[in-house]
Nanobody
Framework: QVQLVESGGGLVQAGGSLELSCATSEFAFEIYGMGWFRQDPGKQRELVARISRDDVPEYADSVKGRFTISRDNAKNTVYLEMNNLKPEDTAVYYC?????????????WGRGTRVTVSS
């Protein structure tokens, strides 16, 4: 069974930084693009960063220039470095493998990791 285990969240002041990790197992990590999603209560889950199997990153406009996504195929892990955090970044963050359309590959999600940014 596929496992997606997110970690690294926490409480930080506006302007601060966090690095999230997503450890995965039981699927061919290296052949899929990976994405970081976030969801605030009452809102839809949104894709904020993605990285292709060839290490090409893309970002939502809301995080461009502040977030950096990376991957380590040897560790089956994807990372999200978040700098200059803003209160509107507060959400639960999840990772998933991606279809070419950008839709999540797996219907079952991990528990996520909560990020809270205080003003």
């Amino acid at each position: 069974q596929v496992q997606l285990v997110e970690s690294g969240g926490g409480l930080v002041q506006a302007g601060g930084s966090l690095e999230l990790s997503c450890a995965t197992s039981e699927f061919a990590f290296e052949i899929y693009g990976m994405g970081w999603f976030r969801q605030d209560p009452g809102k839809q889950r949104e894709l904020v960063a993605r990285i292709s199997r060839d290490d090409v990153p893309e970002y939502a406009d809301s995080v461009k220039g502040r977030f950096t996504i990376s991957r380590d195929n040897a560790k089956n892990t994807v990372y999200l470095e978040m700098n200059n955090l803003k209160p509107e970044d507060t959400a639960v963050y999840y990772c998933n493998a991606l279809l070419s359309s950008g839709s999540p590959l797996f219907g079952s999600w991990g528990r996520g990791t909560r990020v809270t940014v205080s003003s």
